[in-house]
């Protein structure tokens, strides 16, 4: 199985400050997907990125595939208090059919 | 149009308990999926079923069981309840995509917290 390593585990920020998340395997992933999950809910996907060196913007969140395919990114500029939540990566095995999931990053945007 | 819908949303279980939680989507995917979500652990994949009439093993199967009951409805069931399982479970469900998006999105919904004393 491949492993999706994220850091930090925890992050807390002053709102307005930009802040950059990681997610690492040593594995080559085909695409690389980030969800947020507030508390109390399911994750939600924010992005899919597919190609290697891959840039998609959502709004203040960045997202990067490495050039390797095997890392990713999200750059939040200008945090927000709604920005608060537990952001997931996660990538396919099994050619699409399953998901393996990182650990996660809690982020905290304070007042 | 409800997406993925679980319930019970909070379960409380004492040890040797069995009890089944229920999974429900309308969004017409053939693809669903059980994982349970404990602190600094990620999600865990327990079991999925690519269609109507399969269901594979995921990461973490042991302890429980699974009915892809028709095209809707994914069930998991829990014989013989132990504190190990507690958790949160999320059940999810997968869209097929373009290949320029990735080829699949998935859907979660809003988990049953299950706790066995």
């Known amino acids: 199985t491949q492993l999706l390593e994220q850091s930090p585990q925890f992050l807390s920020i002053q709102e307005g400050e930009n802040l950059t998340v990681y997610c690492n395997s040593s594995?080559?992933?085909?695409?690389l997907q980030w969800y947020r999950q507030e508390p109390g809910e399911g994750p939600v996907l924010l992005v899919t990125v597919v190609t290697g060196g891959e840039v998609k913007k959502l709004k203040r969140l960045t997202f990067q595939f490495g050039d390797a395919r095997k890392d990713s990114s999200l750059h939040i500029t200008a945090a927000q208090p709604g920005d608060t939540g537990l952001y997931l990566c996660?990538?396919?095995?099994?050619?699409?059919?399953?998901?393996?999931f990182g650990t996660g990053t809690r982020l905290t945007i304070i007042p | 149009n409800a997406g993925v819908t679980q319930t019970p949303k909070f379960q409380v279980l004492k040890t040797g308990q069995s009890m089944t939680l229920q999974c429900a989507q309308d969004m017409n995917h053939n693809s669903m999926y059980w994982y349970r979500q404990d602190p600094g652990m990620g999600l865990r994949l327990i079991y999925y079923s690519a269609s109507e009439g399969t269901t594979d093993k995921g990461e973490v199967p042991n302890g429980y069981n699974v009915s892809r009951l028709n095209k809707r409805e994914f069930s998991l069931r829990l014989e013989s309840a132990a504190p190990s399982q507690t958790s949160v479970y999320f059940c999810?469900?997968?869209?097929?995509?373009?290949?320029?998006?990735?080829?699949?999105?998935?859907?979660f919904g809003p988990g049953t917290r299950l706790t066995v004393t």
């Open positions: 594995s080559v992933f085909s695409s």
């Open positions: 999810a469900s997968k869209r097929h995509t373009g290949t320029a998006s990735g080829g699949y999105e998935q859907y």
């Open positions: 996660a990538g396919p095995n099994f050619g699409n059919e399953k998901l393996t």
